[in-house]
């Protein structure tokens, strides 16, 4: 590979890659620097090629605003963090809780019938509003300040995303 | 081509504890490659990173945008020119990466080179979008008037002029130069990236240098001299 490395190729590998050698392709990159150091016109040729490098380094790039960093902050994904330990024995004795702070009279005296079942199911509606059993699990969330363009987005997106990867 | 599935669907994870640091990092991926076969505690790699992420840990996220958010953006101003829409991409690109973080399989692809094909699709649909409602074959207007005594004017009309060059070029082979030059991706992964050959690559970066070093031939010369007056 040393040997055929010629000026000519080492002039395409600058005009595209420009100047850095950490840039070049790989395979070609230690007969290219090797060129480089021995031909005059080869240094001629890079030193050129530094000075309008340096001329593109001056396209401008900011830093990201602290309002951008915190929306993302805000957008990220949320561990699912169930209030009732995931335990068959806990979830009856929950069930239970609830059944008791509807009726604390004890089973016997509960009434039988649709009433019932409206009166533990309303309780259980209630109270399950307060409770943030993650349903979502993993899910990227983002709370209601972000604002609904970004909830679609981070919600949108659940297919593989090659449907962009033109 | 390289593959570019993330790979099969994985569970929810739920019994996954990603601890930054302390999970062995997978032989073949790291975020920085000198962490190969090593077990880093304090330099996680991405992969460990992303798995965190996908368990809600917040320094975790910090720590990818740390690494990463600075350059997306770079990334996304020189192909879009201004920075209200760099934002907007970087932005997605990270929404992109909180949703995906647990489908995320180390070892699939490189998550960096992931990244960089997130933000420059994006920003190339947006391009494309762009397009028809706009001349974009006018060179935007740099900044006028000749160049003063100030010094940082100077600088700042040079850095605007070198960025309606690059506005000028073709998407394609904006989105090359962007890639190679400024991101300092090698020839191969640009070209996985962007979905062609390393000849194709080369190709496009061979016609936008001699395109901007015709769109820049007078900012060269001032550049020379700015920078010999200050020597």
């Known amino acids: 590979m040393q040997n055929e490395m010629t000026l000519e190729r080492l002039r395409e590998i600058v005009e595209a890659y420009g100047a850095s050698p950490a840039r070049w392709p790989h395979a070609e990159r230690s007969a290219a620097e090797a060129l480089a150091s021995s031909s005059p016109e080869a240094q001629a040729l890079l030193a050129e090629a530094v000075r309008f490098d340096a001329l593109l380094d001056m396209a401008p790039a900011e830093a990201p605003s602290a309002a951008l960093t915190e929306r993302l902050i805000a957008a990220r994904p949320r561990a699912a963090t169930p209030l009732v330990p995931m335990r068959r024995e806990t979830a009856k004795g929950f069930l239970r809780g609830l059944f008791e702070a509807v009726w604390p009279y004890g089973s016997a005296a509960f009434p039988a019938g649709t009433l019932a079942a409206a009166l533990v199911m309303g309780v259980a509606l209630g109270s399950a509003s307060d409770i943030s059993l993650s349903v979502t699990g993993n899910t990227a969330t983002a709370s209601a300040e972000t604002g609904e363009g970004m909830i679609a987005l981070a919600m949108a997106d659940q297919a593989w995303p090659e449907e962009w990867m033109q | ?231």
Not at chain 2, 16 to 21: S, T
Not at chain 2, 148 to 164: N, S, T
Not at chain 2, 199 to 212: P, T
Request: glycine share 8%; proline share 5%; charged share 30%.
């Open chain 2, 1 to 231: 081509m390289a593959d570019r599935r993330l790979g099969p669907l994985r569970g929810a994870g739920a019994n996954r504890r990603p601890r930054i640091g302390l999970t062995p990092p997978h032989p073949v991926c790291s975020g920085t490659g000198e962490t190969r076969g090593k077990i880093r505690l304090d330099k996680p790699s991405d992969d460990e990173l992303v798995a965190a992420v996908a368990s809600g840990d917040e320094a975790a996220c910090r720590a990818l945008m740390d690494r990463h958010l600075t350059r997306m953006l770079a990334l996304a101003r020189r192909m879009l020119g201004n920075h209200a829409d760099a934002e907007e991409v970087a932005q997605e690109v990270f929404l992109r990466v909180w949703t995906h973080a647990e489908r995320w399989e180390p070892g699939k692809a490189q998550f960096g080179t992931w990244l960089h094909r997130v933000a420059t699709n994006l920003c190339l649909d947006r391009l494309r979008r762009r397009r028809g409602t706009e001349d974009i074959d006018a060179i935007p207007e740099p900044a006028s008037g000749e160049p003063g005594p100030d010094r940082q004017l100077e600088q700042r009309e040079l850095a605007a002029r070198v960025e309606a060059a690059l506005q000028s070029l073709p998407e394609r082979q904006r989105a090359a130069i962007v890639l190679s030059h400024y991101q300092g991706l090698g020839n191969i992964e640009a070209a996985d990236i962007l979905g062609i050959s390393v000849e194709a690559v080369e190709s496009l970066l061979s016609r936008a240098r001699r395109q901007l070093r015709v769109a820049l031939a007078t900012e060269k010369d001032e550049l020379l001299r700015s920078r010999e007056i200050s020597a």
